[in-house]
């Protein structure tokens, strides 16, 4: 029974294209993100949403909207897709009330062509 | 900001070597440090933590101590094995308010039977 789960687990499309990433957890954890993962496998956070309210955003270009439709799911929604956005995105969760480690999705392997 | 820094990758180690993965941080406040593995294809997973100056965490034979007068957290194991061939990552969060994850920039370890 997987923690975080994130679908799909590849994504390829063309330049321009509007897309999505979806993550569930089913943890019972208050607090999601997401974390691009880019070709050197440098980790960066972009969001975090606690109880469906965003808490942190990064310098993310604004064609990146989150949204979390309750507690247990983040979705990642990219507009104009640009060969840049190519990375593997993770989506992360975490109980700040509990103070847990934080548990991650696979990731998804997102390519730009 | 907070920073991590790793030591540079990749590492080659022959199985039963001694392994040490250096990793530093500057951070404003008290964080806590992680250290986070990711095997091939595979999502990231806590391998061990520490929350306070001279905490060890402990883990599948991994150790790593909480150093606030160097800053460090290195990553040791005595014995390493095929199996621990994977992308090792150092991180910290701040002890207040949401957990943020830095990451250090992943040291990639093979080891060779």
């Known amino acids: 029974d997987t923690a975080v789960s994130q679908t799909p687990k590849y994504l390829v499309t063309q330049m321009g294209n509007d897309k999505s990433i979806k993550c569930e957890q089913n943890l019972g954890h208050d607090t999601m993100y997401w974390y691009k993962q880019d070709s050197k496998k440098f980790l960066k956070i972009m969001f975090s949403y606690n109880n469906k309210e965003l808490i942190i955003n990064e310098t993310v270009p604004n064609r990146f909207s989150p949204k979390s439709p309750d507690k247990a799911h983040l979705n990642l929604h990219i507009n104009s897709l640009e060969l840049g956005d190519s990375a593997v995105y993770f989506c992360a969760s975490y109980d700040q009330g509990r103070n847990t480690e934080a548990f991650f999705g696979q990731g998804t392997r997102l390519t730009v062509v | 900001g907070d920073s991590v820094t790793q030591m540079e990758g990749p590492v080659t180690l022959s199985e039963e070597a001694f392994l040490t993965i250096n990793c530093t941080y500057t951070a404003t406040g008290y964080p806590s440090l992680f250290w986070y593995v990711q095997y091939p294809g595979e999502g990231l997973q806590l391998l061990l933590k520490?929350?306070?100056?001279?905490d060890k965490g402990s883990n599948k034979g991994f150790e790593a101590t909480y150093r606030k007068e160097t800053t460090s957290f290195h990553l040791e194991k005595g014995s390493v094995q095929v199996s621990d061939s994977a992308v090792y990552f150092c991180a910290l969060s701040e002890v207040q308010g949401a957990q943020k994850l830095v990451f250090g920039q992943g040291t990639r370890l093979t080891i060779n039977p």
């Open positions: 520490a929350t306070k100056a001279d």
